[in-house]
């Protein structure tokens, strides 16, 4: 009976922790108190909810900093809240989390060009609707604003050329894998070539960009060697299991004849 009861409050507690700790994460009271307000104070948590951040976990206060656990003391700068990034200092703001990216991005054009109107993070990513990274990110509209096309659209090019040997590589080990063959070194290192493929486009270097693409699709060449060794392999695994399986057709039929004459044989 004891234990019994118990068990009850325990589970309660666990419950309400739970719920808590989910609440702690979903509703801070920075998202309550703004998705209250109106125009510019509300709309940053309507296009934060649609954002990677959102879906990995990253919320107002990892960001903007604060207490998000206390109405009268969120935004206060003894907890933390450092507020809003002007212009150039966004780049800070964000690399404190992408530190590689804002290392490729300071020694890059536009980062050398933020204090004259170079691009920065917010300006192709936008701040709260950020979405996962994509080459479509490069396109003539949004390139064309401060300067022209021409080298954007050289990069775009290179890039995407890479990126499209690297998905069709992708589908092809994704095929090995259903078949039963274990491809994780060769995944291994896909991963890792799309990671270091993904670092090269904040440098906005069109040479640099030209030059690393020949030596990715070199490398990517090299796991398409190991992919058509496989493929042979299977091929000639699927003759063999053909002649096989004839072999053991012929066997039958053989056998099947003999045992019919030995019958007709016995008959007479
Ligand atoms: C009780 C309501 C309330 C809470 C809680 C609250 N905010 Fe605010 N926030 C406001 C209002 C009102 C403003 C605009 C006036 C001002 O700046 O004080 C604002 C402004 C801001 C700004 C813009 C500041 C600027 O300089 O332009 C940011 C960023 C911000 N809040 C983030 C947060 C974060 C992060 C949290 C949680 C840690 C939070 N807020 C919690 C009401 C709130
Ligand atoms: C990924 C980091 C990040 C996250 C997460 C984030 N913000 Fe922001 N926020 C920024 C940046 C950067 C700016 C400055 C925008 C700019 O310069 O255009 C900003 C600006 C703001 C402003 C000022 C808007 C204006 O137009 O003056 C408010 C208010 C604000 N954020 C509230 C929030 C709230 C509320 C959340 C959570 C729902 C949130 N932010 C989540 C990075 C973030
Ligand atoms: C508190 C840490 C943090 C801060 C600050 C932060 N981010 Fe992120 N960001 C993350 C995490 C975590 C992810 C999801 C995991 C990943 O893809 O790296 C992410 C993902 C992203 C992605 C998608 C990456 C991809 O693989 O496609 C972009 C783009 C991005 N952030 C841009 C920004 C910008 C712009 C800012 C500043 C306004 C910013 N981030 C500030 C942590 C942060
Ligand atoms: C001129 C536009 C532009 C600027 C400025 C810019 N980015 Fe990007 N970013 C892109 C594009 C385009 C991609 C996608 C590249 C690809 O898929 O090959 C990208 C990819 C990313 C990624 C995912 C790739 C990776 O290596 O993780 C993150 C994270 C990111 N950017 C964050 C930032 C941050 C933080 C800043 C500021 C320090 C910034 N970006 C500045 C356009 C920009
Ligand atoms: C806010 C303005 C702005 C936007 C938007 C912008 N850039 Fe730039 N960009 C600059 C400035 C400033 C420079 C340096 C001066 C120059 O070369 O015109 C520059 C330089 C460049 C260069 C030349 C680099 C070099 O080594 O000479 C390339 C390439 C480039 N940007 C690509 C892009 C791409 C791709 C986009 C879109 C994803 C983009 N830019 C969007 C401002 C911008």
Known sequence: MIRLFAFIIVSCLLILLAANSVLAQEETVCIQCHSGQSGKLAIPVEEWRQSVHAANGISCHDCHGGDPTDFAMAMSPERGFIGVPDFVGVPDFCGRCHVGVRQDYGESAHGQAIETGGAQCVICHQAHAVKQAEITLINEEDCSRCHEYGQAGEIRDALAGTEQIIEDVEQTLDRLHRFGITTDKMSGG???????????????????????????????????????????????????????????????????????????????
């Open 190 to 268: 896909l991963f890792d070539l799309r990671n270091r493929y993904r670092r090269l486009f904040h440098s906005v270097d069109v040479e640099k960009v030209r030059l690393q693409s020949v030596a990715f699709q070199d490398e990517l060449a090299k796991i398409k060697q190991d992919i058509a060794a496989i493929d042979s392999t299977l091929a000639q695994r699927k003759i063999w299991g053909g002649a096989a399986v004839g072999l053991l057709l012929l066997g039958g039929i053989v056998s099947m004849l003999i045992r019919k004459t030995y019958h007709d044989e016995e008959g007479h």
